[in-house]
C-alpha cells in the first residue's frame, strides 16, 4: 500500500488514460487529501505534447497551481472544461488545423465561469484583438517568462486583463490607426448599436437583438446622433465607417 493511500485510507487507483481526464499536474508523493480551495485549477490547451509537458513543469514549481486536465482539440477542451470546471484555460490558438479562437467562443457561448489566457507565438494586432473579443481575459507569447505567466494566471483567475509586455505597444498602435484624430469615443454598447443600425435594423429590432427595451436603444442612438453631430442615420452610418467603427 502506497504512502498516500495509508493517509487517505484508501486503495490505490490506476492513472487515467485519457488526456481530458488527466491530472497530470497533480504532485507525486504527496498524500491524497482534498483539493485546497486556494489551489487554482488549470487546463491545459495545446497540440504538442512536449509543449504540454514543458508547462506542467513549470506549473507545478508554483504551489497555487494544478493543472487538471490537458486537451489538443477543441473537442476536447469543451469536454474538459465541462468536466473539471476550471479556473483557467490556458490556450494556444493552433490546434491540429484548428482556430483556438473557436474554444473562446464556445467558452462564451455556454456561459462558462472561467478565464481563458491564450499562450501564443502569434503577436500581431488582429489576432490579439479578435481573441480579446471572443471572451480571452488575456494573451502571452509563448516567451514568456514562468514568473510572468504564473503573474498572468491569478490575475485572469480574478478576474482582471493581462497583457503581455510585448504586446502593449502592438495594441496601442493598433488602436491609434483604428481610431482616427477626432474620432467620438464610443461605448462597447454603442459599437453594438451602430453595428446594428448598419445592418439597417429599427430601434425595435436593435432592441430585440440586444435584449433591451426599445426606449433603451433610443437612448443609445440619441447618444450616438449627439456623438457624431449628426441628426439622421444615414449620416451616422457614414461617419461611423469613415472612423472605422463598424466591424
Known amino acids: 500500500m502506497s504512502a498516500s493511500s495509508r493517509v487517505s485510507g484508501r486503495a490505490d487507483v490506476s492513472a487515467p488514460n485519457s488526456i481530458s481526464d488527466a491530472r497530470p499536474g497533480a504532485r507525486t508523493g504527496e498524500p491524497d487529501v482534498e483539493l485546497r480551495l486556494d489551489v487554482l485549477r488549470i487546463v491545459l490547451v495545446d497540440d504538442h505534447a512536449l509543449v504540454r509537458e514543458g508547462l506542467r513543469s513549470v506549473l507545478a514549481s508554483f504551489d497555487d497551481m494544478d493543472v487538471v486536465a490537458e486537451a489538443d482539440n477543441i473537442d476536447a477542451a469543451i469536454k474538459a472544461v465541462v468536466t473539471h470546471q476550471p479556473d483557467v484555460v490556458l490556450l494556444d490558438l493552433q490546434l491540429n488545423g484548428e482556430d483556438g479562437v473557436d474554444v473562446v467562443r464556445a467558452l462564451a457561448a455556454r456561459a462558462m465561469d472561467v478565464a481563458v489566457l491564450v499562450l501564443s507565438v502569434h503577436d500581431d494586432a488582429s489576432r490579439l484583438r479578435n481573441v480579446l473579443r471572443a471572451g480571452a481575459r488575456g494573451y502571452l507569447l509563448k516567451s514568456a ?11 485572469v483567475a480574478s478576474g482582471r486583463w493581462t497583457i503581455g509586455d510585448e504586446l502593449l505597444g502592438v495594441l496601442i498602435e493598433a488602436f491609434i490607426v483604428a481610431t482616427p484624430v477626432g474620432t467620438p469615443v464610443v461605448t462597447p454598447r454603442e459599437r453594438e448599436v451602430l453595428d446594428l443600425l448598419a445592418e439597417g435594423l429599427a430601434n425595435r429590432a436593435v432592441a430585440e437583438r440586444l435584449g433591451i427595451s426599445t426606449r433603451t436603444a433610443q437612448k443609445h442612438v440619441e447618444n450616438l446622433f449627439k456623438k457624431f453631430n449628426v441628426h439622421e442615420r444615414g449620416a451616422l452610418i457614414e461617419l461611423a465607417g469613415r472612423s472605422g467603427l463598424l466591424n
Open 145 to 155: 517568462r514562468p514568473e510572468e505567466l504564473a503573474r498572468a494566471i491569478r490575475q
